[in-house]
């Protein structure tokens, strides 16, 4: 698992993935199922930590980005709510004996694990804080035989997006698979009016094939 450029940048982070009543209903109802106490683990920008806590259960939030926990803090003050924040690894992770009814893994970040190493720690550090009946609970993307042979020199239109400050931006991307390791390595490409291609190097992002990378 490596740190991705995007997640330096949440301003563009959240722009490529805003709030999903359905996505957050669905998490906030599987949380009540099991009791009060949720770990939301790659919660970037906090888009289901503070809707989980708008729901009135107690949540702490957990990301390797501190520029994504500053944006969620951020997040949740403006809707006037005090989930936890903590920086963390997911495929190590201590939080001194609490323990969780209900564990999050949201919108594909599972897949950022590369190996089975990685697999291996992530499912060590979740067992230890769930509570006896706590459960993990994630979705992942399916993807098609189409996004593994696309061509790595070609850039694909992602879409056009709106930016407080720089206005519209289209984003594209490249992508090339690895069918050794069997990770999808995309960069994003983003362009205003006036700058293409800003914020170099391109906001990168290396999942597994499982999944069309989307940096969510």
């Known amino acids: 698992m490596e740190q991705n450029s995007l997640y330096d940048r949440p301003d563009l982070y959240d722009l490529m993935a805003p709030p999903d009543p359905i996505l957050e209903g669905f998490y906030v109802d599987i949380a009540r199922e099991r009791g009060g106490r949720v770990l939301d683990l790659a919660c970037g920008s906090g888009r289901l930590t503070v809707p989980l806590a708008r729901a009135g259960l107690d949540v702490i939030g957990g990301d390797l980005s501190c520029a994504m926990l500053e944006r969620a803090r951020d997040y949740a003050r403006a809707n006037a709510v005090e989930p936890g924040f903590v920086e963390l690894d ?5 939080l001194g004996g609490r323990t969780f009814d209900t564990i999050v893994v949201a919108v594909n970040s599972i897949l950022h694990l590369h190996s089975l190493d990685d697999f291996r720690d992530f499912f060590g550090s979740v067992g230890r804080h769930l509570s006896p009946q706590g459960r993990l609970v994630f979705d ?8 593994l042979n696309a061509d790595p020199n ?3 239109l992602i879409g056009t997006v709106v930016h407080d400050r720089l206005g519209a931006i289209t984003v594209e991307e490249t992508a090339r698979y690895d069918p050794l390791t069997q990770i999808r390595h995309v960069d994003w490409c983003w362009s205003s009016k006036t700058e293409k291609d800003f914020g170099k190097p391109p906001c990168r992002c290396a999942t597994s094939s499982r999944r069309r990378c989307r940096c969510s």
């Open 90 to 94: 997911m495929r190590d992770f201590d």
């Open 140 to 147: 992942a993307f399916l993807p098609n035989i189409a996004m």
């Open 154 to 156: 070609k850039r694909e």
